[in-house]
């Protein structure tokens, strides 16, 4: 329904999107996360028309739009300042869109209060946008949106201006208002937590290119490199070199006496040849059992009590790795105790490292 193919921007010697090519489904939540500076906002507004790209191709509902003005284009952008007209009513800030477009008066007035209806603001029609709360103003600015009903939904970081508890909630309804719509929607974020909890797919982008595209859940356990392990939790990045393959398994040896057993995931593995491994903090268990990833004797450096979980640095041989486990209750360790600790080979991520 989308595709953007090696699309790239620069803004005099800033390179801000860099050869950036993917696809968007019909009707699917997709968004765009990274570090603020990647160029999400960028790409964004070169699928919106804001601008133009210096390059690639870009194609909507099987069209393509690189020469359409951004009128043409049958999307609607909502920005994180929400932008409403403060000297228009509610009504008539989303009436607006339907007027440029010459809507008969009583479909107008119609498709405007179904669209505040969807948005639980029906109540609110006649007030000024400075009469409203944040909340309020961005619900507003949402119907804005989906009034016209554009093909393609684009929100730069919505939600950023809205306190903790209120930017949860408006989560929770943009996902549902997309889903009742089925409204193909692209999502700018540089919020983790938000990204996982409304897409159906998303694409990591650092420095202005693309990282990986997948599920929350591919990111998480599946990241194509270092940069994106690290981006989307906490994890315990080591480097080392094969020492051997055994069977399906590749066994990685990280100096200090850390020999890690990875699955070898079909990959060309040689020893010697130089690897990055990748272990979750909760995949690491703290006892004696027999562990087919590794098993090692640990000294607890550090030892945080988060009620329900507990954050451990243990040192490996003076390699540090950091642990989150349910709490041990009575077993509770203190620093400089000696705990065995392991992890499941599935659990453990191994790529050749091409020295990102
Ligand atoms: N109009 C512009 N003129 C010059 N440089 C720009 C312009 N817009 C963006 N840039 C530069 O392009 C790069 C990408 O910017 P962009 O706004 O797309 O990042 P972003 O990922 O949206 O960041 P944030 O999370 O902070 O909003 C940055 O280095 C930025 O300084
Ligand atoms: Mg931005």
Request: charged share 20%; proline share 4%.
């Amino acid at each position: 329904m989308l595709t953007l193919e090696g699309i790239s921007k620069s803004f005099g010697s800033v390179a801000a999107v860099k050869d950036v090519s993917f696809s968007v489904a019909k009707g699917e939540f997709f968004s765009l996360l990274g570090p603020s500076g990647c160029g999400k906002t960028t790409l964004l507004r070169i699928i919106a028309g804001i601008y133009e790209s210096d390059s690639g191709s870009i194609h909507l509902n099987g069209q393509s739009i690189n020469q359409k003005p951004m009128r043409a284009r049958d999307t609607a952008l909502v920005f994180q300042n929400y932008a409403l007209f403060p000297h228009l009513t509610v009504f008539d800030n989303v009436a607006f869109g339907l007027k440029m477009r010459r809507v008969s008066k009583p479909e107008l007035a119609q498709r405007v209060t179904e669209a505040l209806e969807l948005v639980r603001m029906a109540q609110f029609a006649k007030r000024l946008p400075g009469e409203l709360s944040g909340g309020q103003q961005q619900r507003v600015a949402l119907a804005r949106a989906v009034v016209v009903r554009p093909s393609l939904l684009l929100l730069d970081e919505p939600l950023s201006n809205l306190d903790a508890k209120l930017r949860d909630e408006m989560r929770g309804e943009i996902r549902s208002l997309q889903q009742r719509l089925g409204i193909t929607t692209i999502l700018v974020t540089h919020d983790l937590q938000e990204a996982f909890a409304v897409s159906d797919r998303i694409a990591v982008l650092r420095q202005g290119s693309l990282q990986q595209v997948g599920t929350a859940n591919q990111l998480y356990d599946a990241p194509a490199s270092q940069f994106v392990a690290a981006f989307v939790g906490h994890v315990n990045l080591l480097t080392g070199k094969v020492a051997r393959v055994e069977g399906s398994n590749v066994i990685i040896d990280c100096g200090n006496g850390l020999a890690v057993s990875a699955p070898a995931d079909g990959l060309a593995w040689h020893a010697g040849t130089k690897a990055w491994v990748s272990l979750r903090p909760e995949r690491i268990r703290i006892g004696d059992a027999s562990f087919d990833g590794g098993s090692f004797d640990a000294k607890v450096a550090e030892i945080t009590y988060l009620g329900s979980r507990v954050d451990l640095a243990l040192a490996v041989n003076g390699v540090l790795i950091r642990a989150d486990v349910p709490n041990l209750g009575q077993f509770m360790p203190k620093p400089g105790d000696m705990v065995r600790i392991g992890w499941s080979r599935d659990d453990v991520i191994a790529k050749p490292d091409g020295g990102e």
